[in-house]
């Protein structure tokens, strides 16, 4: 059972909808104005542009175009280039010693060859290889053609026995002399 009082009743539903219609039209009824005459435009020599009252001014700074090449690598490091270059076939005949030598570049340049010590010799198909060590403990693994040494020594072989070292520099009479040192390996006790 519904209610009687709980539904609109149709009178006040009408009401309603003809007040709407009502409010919508109100807008619309306005006085008439008669429609305004457009002027022909007046034929003059040059148009002529009204000049603005005051001059636009901005806070923003005025910005610079980009340069073309705004990447600038001139002044930076080469990634590729190696920290230091090494010159492994100096002229010791010209009496002069590698820098490395001078400066202590290389550990394995900053020691006599008589001070290392051959732990292991590697013999292969391709190339014969040592491990030497120096007397800080730094073990440096040799090939034939390397230096070695403060004299910049030249390892011309190695054998299972040892590695010969072939070492140039001049005497106290300016000439050159050549001396070949081995470096063994130890004895087994």
């Known amino acids: 059972m519904i209610r009687r009082s ?5 009178r ?4 309603i909808v ?12 306005k006085k008439k104005e008669p429609p305004a005459t457009v002027a022909p ?4 020599a040059a148009p002529q542009q009204p000049k603005p009252v005051q001059k636009a001014v901005s806070s923003a700074l005025k910005l ?3 340069p073309v090449n705004q ?3 001139s002044n930076k490091k080469d990634p590729f280039k190696p920290f230091l270059v090494v010159k492994l076939h100096p002229t010791p005949a010209a009496g002069n010693v590698s820098r490395a030598a001078q400066s202590g570049g290389l550990p394995i340049h900053s020691f006599d060859v008589g001070q290392f010590k051959l732990i ?5 198909d391709r190339q014969n290889k040592a491990m030497v060590v120096d007397p800080s403990g730094k073990g440096y693994v040799l090939k034939v ?3 070695i040494g403060k004299n910049n020594g030249r390892i011309t072989s190695i054998s299972n026995t040892g590695v010969d070292v072939l070492e140039q520099f001049r005497d106290d009479n300016g000439r050159v002399r050549k001396e070949t040192i081995k470096i063994t390996l130890p004895r087994k006790q």
Not at 12 to 15: D, P, S
Not at 18 to 29: E, Y
Not at 41 to 44: G, N
């Open 12 to 15: 006040f539903v009408a009401i």
């Open 6 to 10: 709980l539904l609109p009743n149709s």
């Open 64 to 66: 610079q175009p980009p």
């Open 41 to 44: 435009p007046a034929k003059t």
């Open 18 to 29: 003809v007040m709407g219609i009502v409010a919508a039209t109100l807008p619309g009824c």
């Open 120 to 124: 292991g010799v590697v013999t292969g």
């Open 145 to 147: 053609g390397m230096t």
């Open 71 to 73: 990447f600038d690598f």
